[in-house]
């Protein structure tokens, strides 16, 4: 299983970007999904995750401002990221991993349970 981001970029802050994540190799729909974050000299944090059912989970900081998203036909989860701020700043990773249907929020919010990573996109926002 591969996954490959993309989208990132410099924007200004109040502006909007949307990240995309292909994934291929495996049953893509069987996947929960996540998003995570790592900015310079933090430690990696989760941002958003989504269940094969489509059930959403977003970290406080982002709520009402991103929106993860799936089309299981084109093997894509999106992140559409609205009202950037600067400390949103940060090298955007994401994530799939087999979850029981049954799996506490809390998993999705743990790096630990994904199994595939893939590598990062750069998201700039200037004040």
């Known amino acids: 299983v591969q996954l490959q981001a993309s989208g990132g970029g410099l924007v200004r802050a109040g502006g909007s970007v949307r990240l995309s994540c292909v994934v291929s190799g495996g049953t893509k729909s069987h996947y929960g999904m996540g998003w995570f974050r790592q900015a310079p000299g933090k430690e990696r944090e989760f941002v958003a995750a989504i269940t094969r059912s489509f059930t959403t989970y977003y970290a406080e900081s982002v709520k009402g401002r991103f929106t993860i998203s799936r089309d299981n036909a084109k093997n894509t989860v999106y992140l559409q990221m609205n009202s950037l701020k600067p400390e949103d700043t940060a090298i955007y990773v994401c994530?799939?991993?087999?979850?029981?249907?049954?799996?506490?929020?809390?998993?999705?919010?743990?790096?630990?349970?994904?199994?595939?990573w893939g590598q990062g996109t750069l998201v700039t926002v200037s004040s």
């Open positions: 994530a799939a991993g087999f979850f029981r249907p049954d799996s506490s929020p809390r998993n999705y919010y743990s790096g630990g349970p994904y199994d595939y």
